[in-house]
């Protein structure tokens, strides 16, 4: 009887002030949204390093002139190197090999190119891919050494990308988070207002604290659940648009956000709105109803 | 025990001891601003004495937790001036929010308020709303209120500031069978000829102090 009596009390204090539960259910939607965007670019860009920085390499290329010596104490040393995973060591003819499947659409190139001109190089997988830095330092000034390219540091550039976005996303949440909770805690305090007299006789004739609580602070958590369904959808929505359409095509480059992913967002993006809304209404009903 | 609002020149009631007997019917009266209703306000844990105790039911309120304040107004029964009447709902259903609030279910409701409401002397009118009740019988549902979790005490301040001679003394009638029932009413008033009729024990306030206390006593 209680419950049905709070439960009640919840929808018809949602119809009640109907524009404005609209106005908190789409920001809390827009925030989690936000929010659930963010978190799914977390873990995929985490996917994505760990995929690309598994196959980076560093290379070091050799001058045409090396000399045997050169070479065999270069290999030594990297063998030795506690930075240094594996070392792969490419002649002049494998590298050719290499060059020709590269570039097999374009056999006037291929043609062009002797075997000879293509630097001999030491392929190499570090322990931690960050570490480039050192890898560099120490054999840049090596005799032999041509040049040291590391393909980390382009893949860096792309991350810092997906990182700025990322970050955006998560500062729009934040943002839309904090409009949210200022709706949330006016439609609190709108409907208190609306109830005075329930408040006040309820107060007098000694109703628990909760029970005067409750159906307010349901009502914001029905308000963040709601928000947080749509947002689900929106998510999804988005999925279909990007990924299946206009975003196809980079397929290759990003790996696909996985459905699983986003319906692992739902209890996060759920947590977040009710609890937020839960606290914010509590907050506000301490000050404003003072039970 | 002393009261001090702050922001006021001097104490809304100073060191002011009175004590009040189980099934007593007791009025404090005394012009407005004497401090009669801060008594109330006191009784009902809704403030607290700067210096001194407040002991309702041998529990003492002054130290009680706010958290425990619901269950101990559901020992005390309150009627106000001003009716307090929810407007859109009728006799019986202001009655019976009372109780449902406080957890009883409406089977309990359905068997206690109507008998409530025949002992308030409105049998017949459980249907009507507040705006169709005369201000006689809207009181007379806040009393019904009050007393139907059949409190230790009822308090009333002011109860018949707002009506008329003859519906004052139906409404004193009210509260006088409801303190044979055991129940101690204290009441805040300065209604002098409903004092005079009654001769019961009165307190008299005056700037915050006792001026007078006497049983079975008239006003002024």
Redesign the interface.
């Known amino acids: 009887?209680?419950m049905k009596?709070v439960l009640s009390e919840v929808l018809v204090g949602l119809w009640r002030n109907v524009t404005m539960t609209v106005a908190m259910i789409i920001t809390m939607a827009v925030s989690l949204t936000m929010l659930g965007a963010s978190g799914l670019m977390y873990k995929q860009v985490g996917d994505m390093k760990d995929l690309y920085y598994k196959n980076v390499e560093v290379s070091i290329f050799l001058k045409t002139d090396v000399t045997e010596q050169q070479r065999t104490d270069l290999d030594a040393k990297l063998k030795s190197d506690p930075l240094v995973k594996e070392v792969l060591y490419v002649n002049k003819d494998e590298a050719y090999k290499t060059f020709k499947e590269m570039y097999q659409d374009a056999p006037d190139l291929v043609n062009a190119v002797k075997p000879d001109l293509l630097p001999e190089s030491f392929r190499l997988k570090l322990v931690n891919p960050e570490q480039y830095k050192n890898i560099y330092d120490q054999y840049q000034g090596t005799e032999g050494v041509d040049v040291i390219v590391d393909q980390s540091r382009l893949l860096d550039k792309i991350f810092n990308v997906l990182t700025a976005i990322q970050n955006i996303a998560l500062a729009a949440a934040v943002v839309m988070a904090i409009a949210a909770l200022l709706l949330v805690a006016n439609t609190i305090q709108v409907a208190a207002y609306s109830k005075r007299?329930?408040v006040?006789?309820?107060?007098?004739?000694?109703?628990?604290?909760w029970?005067?609580q409750a159906p307010f602070v349901l009502e914001a958590v029905v308000a963040g659940l709601i928000g947080s369904v749509l947002g689900l959808i929106a998510l999804i929505g988005a999925k279909q648009l990007l990924f299946s359409g206009s975003l196809k095509a980079l397929e290759g480059l990003l790996s696909p956000v996985q459905w699983s992913d986003i319906f692992l967002m739902f209890p996060l993006m759920a947590g977040v709105g009710g609890l937020i809304s839960a606290a914010t209404a509590w907050v506000t009903l301490r000050f404003y109803l003072r039970v | 025990m002393t009261k001090t609002y702050p922001k006021a020149s001097r104490p809304s009631l100073d060191n002011v001891s009175v004590s009040i007997e189980k099934g007593e019917f007791v009025f404090f009266i005394g012009p407005s601003g004497s401090g009669k209703s801060t008594i109330i306000k006191m009784l009902l844990h809704e403030v607290a004495p700067n210096k001194g105790r407040v002991i309702v039911n041998g529990k003492d309120v002054t130290s009680m937790r706010s958290w425990k304040r619901p269950h101990f107004r559901r020992s005390i029964g309150c009627v106000f001036q001003d009716f307090r009447l929810l407007p859109n709902r009728t006799a019986y259903e202001n009655v019976a929010f009372a109780l449902e609030v406080i957890g009883k279910t409406k089977a309990v409701a359905r068997r206690v308020v109507p008998e409530v409401l025949e002992l308030v002397g409105l049998g017949g009118k459980e249907h009507r709303y507040p705006h169709e009740l005369s201000g006689g019988e809207q009181q007379r549902v806040a009393v019904a209120r009050a007393f139907v979790n059949r409190p230790l005490i009822l308090l009333a301040d002011e109860p018949t500031g707002n009506l008329d001679p003859d519906t004052s003394i139906e409404i004193m009638r009210l509260l006088d069978r409801i303190n044979r029932t055991g129940t101690t009413v204290v009441m805040v008033t300065h209604d002098s000829n409903i004092v005079n009729q009654m001769r019961r024990r009165v307190v008299e306030i005056e700037s915050g102090r006792i001026v007078r206390d006497q049983a079975r006593g008239v006003y002024g």
Do not use: P, T
Request: no cysteine; net charge positive; aromatic share 12%.
């Open positions: 009887m209680r009596y007299r329930e006040a006789v309820m107060k007098l004739v000694g109703a628990s604290n029970f005067i």
